[in-house]
Antibody
Framework: QVLLVQSGAEVKKPGASVTVSCKAS????????IHWVRQAPGQGLEWMGI????????GYAQKFQGRVTVTRDTSTSTVYMELTSLESEDTALYYC????????????????WGQGTLVTVSS | EMVMTQSPATLSVSPGERATLSCRAS??????LAWYQQKPGQTPRLLIY???TRATGIPARFSGSGSGTEFTLTISSLQSEDFAVYYC??????????FGQGTRLEIK
């Protein structure tokens, strides 16, 4: 079955950077895009970006442009999300999630989620 | 910038009754809309895609409708396990997606 396993919780100071990993298994890694979505405590879902795991091309939400970098390692079926210049408002649960449909184009809903990685930003 | 607005923020309904949740897009998204359910401590679960197609394993009491800018998720007869937060998500502007802020469905 599809499995997305994320790295463990992180505690960072303001101004620092964090990298969260997401290891995929149970399917052909390069056939499906991976999203990054975050959820602040008690809040809703916020889309951050997406990566084409085959070509490596990416798209980011305008809010995070310049602060987020998503990469992938096809040899280990792992996607990485780095967020820099952390602020307290970045405290959230960060999810990787698989786009449900292979190939590019409009169908862009999500069918599988990682377990989430809690990033806490505190001085 | 695409904005998805869900209403109401909180909906109180008795078990066995019908629940109707709304989602409005700031511009047309055609039928490129999905709905998710999220329970406390869990990841979101896909319910509906293409505005009205139920995902695999989703009970028939869940139905979606709408197109353009106005969408509805209806739960025909609420079960205890249906009380959760529901999110809509548009995917009309590849590759970017946008979530609504969520509707909390609580027991009346």
């Amino acid at each position: 079955q599809v499995l997305l396993v994320q790295s463990g919780a992180e505690v960072k100071k303001p101004g620092a950077s964090v990298t969260v990993s997401c290891k995929a298994s149970g399917y052909t890694f390069t056939n499906y895009y991976i999203h990054w979505v975050r959820q602040a405590p008690g809040q809703g879902l916020e889309w951050m970006g997406i990566i084409n795991t085959s070509s490596g091309s990416i798209g980011y939400a305008q809010k995070f442009q310049g602060r987020v970098t998503v990469t992938r390692d096809t040899s280990t079926s792992t996607v990485y999300m780095e967020l820099t210049s952390l602020e307290s408002e970045d405290t959230a649960l960060y999810y990787c999630a698989r786009r449900a449909v292979s190939g590019s184009g409009s169908p862009n809903w999500i069918d599988s989620w990682g377990q989430g990685t809690l990033v806490t930003v505190s001085s | 910038e695409m904005v998805m607005t869900q209403s109401p923020a909180t909906l109180s309904v008795s078990p066995g009754e019908r629940a109707t949740l709304s989602c409005r897009a700031s511009q047309s998204v055609s039928s490129n809309l999905a709905w998710y359910q999220q329970k406390p401590g869990q990841t979101p679960r896909l319910l509906i895609y293409g505005a009205s197609t139920r995902a695999t394993g989703i009970p028939a009491r869940f139905s979606g409708s709408g197109s353009g800018t106005e969408f509805t998720l209806t739960i025909s007869s609420l079960q205890s396990e249906d009380f959760a937060v529901y999110y809509c998500q548009q995917y009309n502007h590849w590759p970017r997606i946008t979530f609504g802020q969520g509707t909390r469905l609580e027991i009346k």
